[in-house]
């Protein structure tokens, strides 16, 4: 989840904000692959599913900003 300092900062500066977009766009991308291509257990799947979701609620809330 994103801090208050990384919102407060994300809503002062848009090019900040775009980044954190991007990288969290990324992370998500690159997770996603590890979780087809893994042999992981299932409670490593699970973790990094959670950490997966989260980092789309935080998208979002970096979406809303934009508008």
Not at 31 to 50: D, G, P
Request: aromatic letters at 2%.
């Amino acid at each position: 989840m994103l801090d208050s300092q990384t919102i407060k900062t994300c809503k002062e500066n848009p090019t900040i904000r775009d980044i954190k977009i991007k990288n969290i766009e990324h992370a998500i991308d690159q997770a996603e692959m590890m979780i087809k291509e893994s042999k992981m257990n299932q409670e490593e799947l699970s973790f990094l599913k959670r950490k997966i979701s989260d980092s789309r609620q935080d998208l979002e809330i970096l979406y809303l900003m934009k508008i």
